[in-house]
């Protein structure tokens, strides 16, 4: 498939936002949904099997309009260096449901322990999927984690995580939630519902609008990107904010919802892109 839009598969599967792919060789392996599939870019060309053109272009985002977002968040010259570095880095659309279970496991966790953690968890509760001749696993359904006992939960890796990911799961099987149908629900209202299940709090919450809820406003906020905050958009906050952000690792719930204010503040509609483009710029920097 001939790319007419900017576009970087690279960047865009290994900047944190999905944590089921695989690069052997040349080629990205990943399971979305049912199905298992490998892609691969040379140039302005994509090469893929076991998809269509369509999935592909709704899964990576190729109709945002990558150009107008970049000049509509590129503000300062730090933002407009990170757009500058990681040119085509897209938003994945990624499964609500995967996403909502990735993110609670993510918490306190590096990616490669998310892999690990959720690598585990598909093979244990997921349907096996031979693909090139090799072992893929969908991800479990809301049913097979909802009857999933703790303590095989506790054997995948999750931890204290075990328990959150089975309530939730609970919660959504009882009550035949559509996380889908959040899609078309404000963003403070879908934020405030997604925080009513167990172990999601506001940054949970941004990161399934985000990634899987297509909410470009959110703005998810970690260490990282508070650290962003400190070192390059401090003179937007009061001093003592400032002081005890530094002073402090963790974040309060009023402190949190103050820098993801002003993240969507900032950058407006397209927070998100701003958002994922300044968290992978500064893991990047180390």
């Given amino acids: 498939m001939h790319l007419d839009v900017p576009f970087d598969l690279d960047f865009t599967l290994c900047c944190g936002q999905v ?4 690069k052997i060789g040349r080629w990205w392996y990943g399971v979305v949904g049912e199905l298992a599939f490998k892609i691969r870019q040379c140039d302005a ?4 099997e076991n998809v269509s053109k369509e999935f592909v ?10 150009e107008q977002i970049s000049l509509y968040v590129g503000r300062d010259n730090y933002i407009k260096e990170a757009l500058r570095r990681f040119e085509g880095l897209r938003i994945v659309r990624q499964d609500p449901w995967e996403c909502l279970i990735s993110f609670i496991c993510a918490t306190y966790k590096s990616i490669a322990a998310i892999e690990q953690m959720l690598c585990k968890l598909s ?11 090799s072992d893929f696993y969908t991800f479990p359904t809301v049913s097979k984690l909802t009857f999933a006992s703790e303590k095989a939960l506790h054997e995948c890796g999750l931890g204290y995580r075990a328990k959150y990911v089975q309530a939730t799961a609970k919660k959504i099987y009882d009550n035949k ?23 999601v709090g506001p940054k949970v919450a941004d990161c399934v609008l985000l990634f899987s809820l297509e909410k470009l406003e959110a703005f998810p ?9 400190l070192r390059h958009y401090a ?3 009061p001093a003592g904010l400032v002081s005890k ?3 402090n690792e963790s974040l309060s719930e009023s402190e949190y919802a103050k820098l993801n204010t002003f993240g969507r503040s900032y950058f407006g509609k397209y927070a998100g892109y701003a958002q994922e483009y300044l968290f992978h710029y500064e893991r990047t920097q180390r």
């Fill in 19 to 22: 944590f089921r792919w695989k």
């Fill in 45 to 48: 060309e994509l090469e893929f």
């Fill in 57 to 66: 272009r709704f899964y990576f985002g190729l109709d945002d309009d990558l």
């Fill in 123 to 133: 093979a244990k509760f997921g349907e096996k999927k031979v693909f090139n001749g």
């Fill in 177 to 199: 939630i559509k996380l889908e149908n959040f899609r078309i629900l404000p963003y403070l209202e879908a934020k405030k519902i997604l925080m009513g299940f167990p172990g």
């Fill in 221 to 229: 906020v970690d260490v990282w990107i508070k650290r962003v905050i």
């Fill in 235 to 237: 003179n937007q906050f």
């Fill in 245 to 247: 952000l530094t002073t």
